[in-house]
């Protein structure tokens, strides 16, 4: 199969809600990270997504709905902090865990009984969406366990030969995937950090769980127990107070031939002068937004990516945290 990348137009629109509509999947931009499409009431469809990716059987997919869908199609809405979170943060980079009403294929839900849903703000994703009118379920567009890509070139890179169509839609913005937020309960809970932080969602609920996972545990949100995130060549972590040990590490390397890279937020960058840096940025997204990029960019051109911790696990950090522990740690 030939893969095409189209910029968004009214014909590369139509050409995806065409293979969509015929059981096809197709690489989707969003804000977050680039998404896998496929059309999430079409079994065959939803199982060519797994298929593709290598993903488990047993990880579940989050269905993607244009801004003035109607959720109670697809969901129970049970508490009625779930429309004020609705309200403040959709669209945009929040995943609500719901009820499932049986409408959404049991492939993309794993058989199980509640259903991830979210509303993309990334315009292009939005207009797809509106003239398919149709829910899409759609895991990040890597092979499974990868980095998750945030332009079209690096669905394709991971991707070329297995999809027919990758919309191009600019680099996303957000950087990392969307936070999962479990509202089936009285108290929302995270499953999964991301851009809407504990803090954001504490401001319109009050209150808000993290879902904590230890290895084995049977977890709430399976994605997060699988190893995730890693690019195709080392990497190491180590926390800001372990400068030393990064610069240790990186001169190893180099005596033993190998082209290492530190990757660091931008305020760390002089503790590193002459050694070769992977620069994440200053502010907190800033940071997530380059992370994937940096990654990516990084398998290409280190053999070893030597990784340094954020100062702390507030806010945005933390998504980043989990992210750089998964990719690195
Ligand atoms: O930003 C995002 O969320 C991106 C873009 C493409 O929208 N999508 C994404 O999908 O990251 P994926 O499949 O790579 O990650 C979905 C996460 C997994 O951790 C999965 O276990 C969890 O959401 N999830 C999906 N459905 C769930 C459910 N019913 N209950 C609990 N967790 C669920
Ligand atoms: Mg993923």
Redesign the pocket.
């Known amino acids: 199969m030939t893969t095409q990348i189209l910029p968004i137009t009214n014909e590369s629109l139509e050409l995806a809600k065409q293979l969509l509509s015929n059981g096809q999947v197709v690489g989707i931009p969003?804000e977050?990270?680039?998404?896998l499409g496929a059309v999430a009431t079409d079994s065959l469809a939803v199982k060519k997504i797994f298929e593709v990716k290598g993903?488990p059987s047993d990880?579940?997919?989050?269905a993607?709905v244009h801004k003035d869908y109607d959720l109670t199609k697809l969901v129970e809405i049970n508490h009625p902090y779930v429309y004020r979170l609705m309200q403040e943060f959709m669209p945009g980079?929040l995943?609500l865990?719901m009820q499932?009403k049986g409408v959404v294929c049991k492939e993309a839900?794993c058989g199980?009984d509640?259903?991830?849903i979210?509303m993309?703000s990334h315009e292009g994703c939005q207009q797809l969406l509106k003239i398919l009118d149709m829910p899409v379920v759609?895991?990040?567009?890597n092979l499974s366990k990868h980095t998750?890509p945030v332009t079209a070139r690096h669905v394709y890179n991971d991707l070329n030969g297995l999809v027919p169509l990758i919309l191009d839609g600019g680099k996303s913005t957000?950087g990392i995937?969307?936070t999962?937020l479990?509202v089936t309960g009285e108290v929302p809970r995270i499953?999964?950090a991301?851009l809407v932080t504990k803090e954001m969602i504490e401001s319109v609920t009050g209150k808000c769980l993290i879902a904590m996972h230890k290895e084995g545990d049977k977890v709430?949100?399976?994605?997060?127990k699988y190893k995730h995130y890693k690019p195709n060549c080392q990497t190491a972590l180590f926390t800001e107070e372990q400068i030393d040990k990064v610069n240790l590490l990186y001169e190893q390397a180099l005596k033993d031939g190998q082209k290492p890279y530190i990757m660091c937020r931008s305020d760390l960058i002089g503790e590193f002068k002459g050694k070769n840096v992977l620069d994440l940025g200053k502010t907190p997204k800033e940071i997530a937004s380059n992370l994937y990029d940096k990654l990516l960019e990084g398998e290409k051109i280190a053999d070893l990516i030597i990784a340094v911790e954020m100062p702390n696990e507030q806010g945005v950090y933390m998504g980043i945290m989990n992210r750089l522990r998964k990719s690195c740690g």
Do not use: M, Q
């Open positions: 969003t977050t990270v680039y998404g993903r990880n579940p997919l989050i993607h980079p995943t865990v499932s839900v199980g509640t259903l991830a979210r993309p759609a895991p990040s567009a998750s957000g995937e969307s999962v479990d499953l999964r991301g709430k949100s399976p994605g997060v």
